[in-house]
């Protein structure tokens, strides 16, 4: 018997739903991640493999959660936990939807942190900090920023206080509902977009203007060539496959349990094919128009193409971009600052007030919590969490969290996801509620598709990940082992990595006991941030139990 509980939430208008899903997917991926992926892959070579995959991966994905999301609301489950079990009858399904809750209290932990990074950046380059800095200087201030022990930016514990004062801003907003996270997309993603757009026309229009005697050579239009010049070799490298399949989860925000969540507040007949297709075609919008137009162009148009293939990486927004501004002049220096800067917090904020959503709707759902209460209950768990990637930034714990909640859950969650929708709840069935109540027609062949191809490369991608060969070279591995030899594992490989064996390494390799005593401390830390996730997700796991019980008290059902 369908549950009959009235929602307590609803979206607002398609528009808002539209902009809130699109600023769930939009984040700071998109322009800090995209492009130096992209950079590190070949440009041209990396472009081909990840259109591929957001059109087999990344739609089928997105039309999974949508669709899995709205039918849970069918039955008022606004959580990963019982969307995921009234799909499936085993009772292991609302354990998998843990990771729903779990991921999105993890990764909004640090995630807050590199907002207020963009907020601080936004508000130094209004007071004119970084005028005169040199290059080094300005990624010398990063770098102290971070070190919140021994900080030179001449506020004690900056970082600290900025952090806090961003996450209590989010927390405000989600106490609002969702009418509150609606009115930030109406805002932000425009804005964000606005901003986009004038520095990709700067970026575009850079040319050689930015050249100087240390760099003649440089061309902003040589970042564009090198980004969009198809380079088919690509096609046989696993390596580009796998980063081009990352940078999905990453750029949709698939896998993490949000779009579910949000989904599953909409009406029983909204047309959720097209607001899926909408809400990804808009991000890849913003990435690959405005994010590959923004940061390698004005870098080559400075430092030169060379520069940028030997130094990309995501430091770059932060330790690079200040001083190419300041080639502008003082006053475009902030005015860009502020653009630049202020795109990457509306980017952020948009997306970490979507991963306050699964908590909320599990605990209003489950145990009667109001808005307000939810929010802070969240909030708080986000600083505990939180707390140590800001003050052991330097010891490792901000990757820890990222390679853990924000990478490998993603991919175990989706993959988990997939096989659920397709072969547990039926392909039939979930072909069914993907287009029901739909304006366009997803094309048949999409059927096939979500059932076989999705899954298998979901499944790739984590065994992939699981042994990761040495260096990333797959093509000698695999001679390798056909030959009789070994198959020797990179110590990126989560096989290897959960284990510390890099980090073994190094302590077994440390020339002086400054250097062992740091990497003892970072492995101490390190191996604290696992159990503080373990503990979080035991948490989660521990209060679907109750809630559970709680269901089975009152005779509650979670499907028909």
Known sequence: MENKLIPKEAWGTRLGLILAMAGNAVGLGNFLRFPVQAVQNGGGSFMIPYLVCFLLMGIPLLLIEWSSGRFG????????????????????WKYVGVFGIF?????????????SWSLVYVLHSVWGTFEGMTQSEIANFFTSYVDVFTTSTG?????????VLVLVLNIFILSKGLGGIEKVAKIGMPLLILFGMILAI??????????????????????????W???????????????AAGQIFFTLSVGMGTIQCYAAYIKANEDIALNAVSAGFMNEFVEVVLGSSIVIPIAAGYLGLDWVLENAGFGMAFQTMPFLFQQWGEIAAAF????????????????SLAMGTPWMGFMIDEFGWGNTKGAWSFGAMALIMGLPTVLLYQYGVFDEYDYWAGTVSLV????????????????????????????????????????????????????????????????ENISSVMNGGNWVLDNSSLIKNISNYGL????????????????????FYINLARILLISLFGFICFLVYLSNQKRIKEGRKNYE
Do not use: C
């Open 202 to 227: 700067r970026g575009l229009t850079l040319g050689e203007s930015g050249k100087s005697e240390l760099f003649p050579e440089a061309n902003a239009w040589d970042g564009l060539n090198f980004l």
């Open 155 to 163: 506020i004690p514990f900056e970082a600290v206080f900025f952090y």
């Open 336 to 351: 860009s600052g502020v653009l630049w800067f202020g795109l990457l917090f509306f980017a952020g904020i948009t997306s």
């Open 229 to 243: 010049t198809p380079q088919f070799d690509s096609l046989t490298n696993p390596k580009v496959w796998l980063a």
């Open 73 to 92: 609301g069918k039955f008022n489950n606004h959580s990963t936990p019982y969307i995921m079990d009234g799909m499936g009858k085993a009772r292991i």
């Open 412 to 475: 175990v969650f989706a993959l988990l996801e997939a096989v659920l929708f397709s072969w547990v709840f039926g392909i039939n069935k979930g072909w069914n509620e993907i287009n029901e109540g739909s304006d366009i027609k997803i094309p048949q062949v999409y059927k096939f598709i979500i059932k076989y191809i999705t899954p298998l490369l979901l499944l790739m991608v984590f065994l992939s990940a699981l042994i990761t060969p040495f260096q990333n070279e797959w093509a």
């Open 103 to 115: 991921t999105n209290i993890a990764v909004a932990a640090y995630y807050t942190y590199i907002e």
């Open 504 to 523: 073994n390494e190094e302590l077994n390799t440390a020339v002086n006991e400054t250097e062992k005593d740091f990497l003892e401390r970072k492995k």
